[in-house]
């Protein structure tokens, strides 16, 4: 038994098209369109491609990838600016709220701002805002406002510091009064209603005389009778 081997031979095309039917184009340019940001591609078999590419203005390389452009949408002016090209140069025309050469800085707001109760400004989109730092507490454009519980809380709490002032006040008068009667006038009022030890001394001895006498008063009486007997 003989096996026939059949090799498959691609036709030659007249047009320098390949496939069977001669119907698919060699032309680089028609098959991988290799030139980009809108550059034109022309197809040069004496190129080791095969082909060039026609770049628009502000753009380079084999393939037109290289971004020349002074101006890049979405790149040179950031934030939404505007860019206008001058001379080879850039010029950003910011939004509100940006600046900088490419609009890439925030316009500080808050450095005229002054948020009251320990609120924090904030700048943001040419804008800013107080941020309290408790809004069940604080309320308010600048957190000026305070909610009537604090307010109650306050209220309280002076109340209790006058009581507390007062009466610290009260002993240092009183403390202060009897120093000035002490040092300018002699006047001890403190130890003149202590009694010193030689007068204690001297009231138990008094005491325990009083006593001795009360006692002898009260032992009985004792009648002694004589008799005379006449031897």
């Known amino acids: 038994m003989t096996t026939t081997k059949s090799a498959f031979v691609a036709p030659t095309c007249a047009n320098q098209n390949l496939g069977i039917s001669c119907n698919i184009s060699s032309n680089p340019c028609a098959m991988v369109q290799p030139c980009l940001n809108l550059a034109t591609c022309y197809q040069n078999i004496s190129l080791p491609l ?11 390389g084999v393939n037109c990838e290289v971004d020349e452009r002074v101006c890049r949408p979405g790149l040179t002016c950031l934030y939404g600016g505007t860019c206008n090209e001058t001379s080879n140069d850039t010029n950003c025309v910011c939004p509100q709220g940006k600046i900088g050469d490419h609009c890439e800085y925030e316009v500080d707001l808050c450095s005229n701002i002054s948020c009251q109760n320990s609120g924090k400004c904030v700048s943001v989109y040419g804008n800013w805002s107080c941020l309290c730092t408790n809004n069940e507490l604080y309320s308010g454009v600048y957190c000026e406002i305070k909610s009537s519980s604090l307010i109650i809380k306050e209220m309280i709490s002076r109340s209790f510091a006058c009581v507390a002032i007062g009466c610290i006040s009260t002993v240092i008068g009183f403390v202060l009064l009897m120093d000035v009667l002490k040092y300018f006038f002699n006047i001890d009022p403190v130890h003149k209603n202590i009694p010193s030890n030689k007068t204690k001394q001297k009231n138990y001895h008094r005491q325990e005389r009083q006593k001795k006498k009360i006692n002898k008063s009260k032992q009985p009486m004792v009648a002694v009778r004589f008799h005379y007997i006449h031897a």
């Not at 095969?50 to 380079?60: A, D, F, P, R």
């Open 50 to 60: 095969g082909y060039t590419c026609l770049c628009v203005s502000g753009y380079s």
